[in-house]
C-alpha cells in the first residue's frame, strides 16, 4: 500500500538528474578554471582581499562558465547566480548611499563653519570701513587747514604788497581728456601717457625744422624764385639772339656755296651774301620766330636719342619675348616710356602663349605687371584691356587678383566686366559667389547699371537694400518687375509689395507680382505669397483684406485675375481663389456699370 502511494507520488515531485560519475574529469575542469580565474586576477592587480569590482567580475565569468558546463543544473545555479548578483547591487547601492549621506553630513557640519568665518570676515571689514573713513576725514581736515594757510599768506603778502611766490595749489574739477578715474590714478598708466605725449612733441619739433618753414624763408625763396625767373628770361632771350645769329650764319654759308657753284658776272661774294640775308630776313619777319625754333627742333639731337631709346626698349621687349623669359618680358612692356607697349597688340601676343602645366601664364603675368605699374604711369588701361585683364585672372581662378585690383581702383569698369564677374557665379561654391557678387554690384554700380545692381544685391540676400537703392535710382514699374524676373524669391516678392515711403505706397501690386511670376517656371511662388498673404490677415498683422487688394490694384485685369484664380485651385487655395473670385466679380460688375452710365 506505502509503495503504491510513493508511486503515485513521486511523478508530481521534480526529481534531480543524476551526478555524473566522470569525477576525474569535473575535477580537472574545475582545477582548470580556478587556475584561469587566479591568473586573470594576477594579470588585473587585484587584491587578495576586499570588495573589488574586477575580480567580481571575473568570479562572476567563472561561475557562469560553470554553469555552463553543468548544463543539467543550470537552472538551479543561474537562480542561486541571479540571487548572489542581486545581492552585491544592493550592498554596493547602499555603499553609495552611504557614501553620499556621509559627504552630506561633513557639508552640513562645515554650514556652522563657513558662516562664522563670513561673520568674522563681515566684521573685519566694518573695521577698515570705519579706519578709513577715519583717515579720509583727517586728511580732508589737514587739506582744509593747509588750504587756509595759503590764503593767509596771500592776503598778507598783498596787504605788504609783496608779489606773492607761493601759488595757491588749484583742484582740478575735471579729469583728464581721454581718461577715466581708474586711468587717471595709475601711474604706471600716466607714465606711458607721458612718454607718448612727449614722444609726439619730438616729432612735432622735427616736423618743424624739416617740413614747415618760416613765413620769412618763404619770402626769401619768393625773391629766389623771382630771380630765377628773371635769369631764365635772360637766358632764354639771349638763346633766342644766338638762334638768329646761327640762322643768318647758316644763310650766308649756303649763299658762298651757291656763289662758288654758279660764279655769277657782276656780283660780289659779299652781295650774294647781303641778297641772301635780305630775302631770309623778309621770310623770317613773316613767320615770326617760329620758324627758327622749329628750324632748331628739327635738329635736336635729344630728339634723336630719345627715339633711338624707344627703338632700344622694343628690340629689348622683342629679345626677351623670342627667349621664352616672359615674366621679365611682360615687366619690361608694363614699365615701357610713354606706354610705348602698353597696348591691344602686345597683349594679343601674350594671350598667343600657352601656359606650362603648374605656372602662372604669360598673359596673367602681364596683366599683373600692368595693374602694379599703374600708380607709377597714373593712367588706369582702358575698358577692352581690363577686361581682357580680369578674363585672364578668372580663367585660372585667381579672384582674389580681381579683388585687388578693384580695392585698389586699377580698373575702367565697364558693363560687359560686371556681366563677366556675374557670370563667373554660375556652379561656383558659396564662398566664391559670396565674394564675386559684391564685385559685380560696384562695377554695375559705377557704370549705373542699376537694374543688374538690383539684380546683385537680391541675389546676396539684401533686399532691403535693392529696395533702398531703387528708391533712390527712381526705379520705375518695368525696372521693378525686371529685378523680379531676373531673381525671382518669395522674399523680393515680398520687399515688392510692402508699402514704403510717406504715402505708403508699394512698388507694385500683388497682382502684378503675383501674375509675373506665374508666366515664369518658378510659378509657385506666387502661390506661395497668396498663401502668406492669407495667414498674415487672418492672424492680423495686415489690415488689409483680399478684397481691397484686387479693388485696389489698376494694373491686373480681369483676365490676369482669373488666370491667379486658377492656380489658387490648381495649388489647393480654395479659400484664397473663393475671396479672389467674389472681389475680381464686384471689380468686373462695377466697371461695367461705370461703363453703362458713361455710355
Known sequence: MQQ????????????LPPISSNVDKDHTFVKDLIESAFLELEKLDC???GPHQQRYSV???VFGQLVEYLSAYRPLLTSIKAEFEDCIQTIERGQQEAFFLSGKVKTMAAEQTTLSFYTKRADQLKQKISKIESDNERLNYEIQSIFKQHVNQITAMQEEDITPKVKIPSVPNRLLPGLTLEESIDIELLCKKLCSLEQLVKDLHLAKKTRYTSRDQKKQLKVQLASK???KDHVVEKNTQLKARCLKLRVSID???MYCKESPMGHTPVEAIIHALTRSNSKMSSRSGDTASSTFDDDDPSKEREAEMLLEYIEHFNDLFEDGQYIQAAMHAANSPKGILRNSETLTRFRAIHAKPGKTSPLLAYCEALMASVPAVASLPNAETSLECVKSALTENRLDLVMHWLAQKRLTCSEPLGHLLYNYTQGK?????GQCLPLAEAVYTIVGAHIQAAVCMCKQGKVQAMMDYATNADFGKDMYIGV????PSLAVAEVLIEPRGLYQKSALSVGTVVNQILHTENHEIGVQLLHKLQQMIKSGSLTTSIKDVVLCDADTD???????????????????????LAAVTVLQAIRKASETITK
Do not use: H
Open 4 to 15: 503504491q502511494q510513493q508511486q503515485a507520488v513521486s511523478p508530481k515531485r521534480p526529481v
Open 47 to 49: 587584491p587578495p582581499e
Open 59 to 61: 568570479f562572476k565569468d
Open 229 to 231: 625767373s628773371k635769369a
Open 255 to 257: 649763299a658762298l656755296r
Open 429 to 433: 561654391n558659396t564662398v566664391t559667389v
Open 484 to 487: 523680379l524676373l531676373a531673381c
Open 558 to 580: 480681369y483676365e490676369s485675375w482669373m488666370q491667379i484664380i486658377y492656380k489658387c485651385q490648381d495649388n489647393g487655395l480654395y479659400d484664397v481663389g473663393l475671396e479672389l
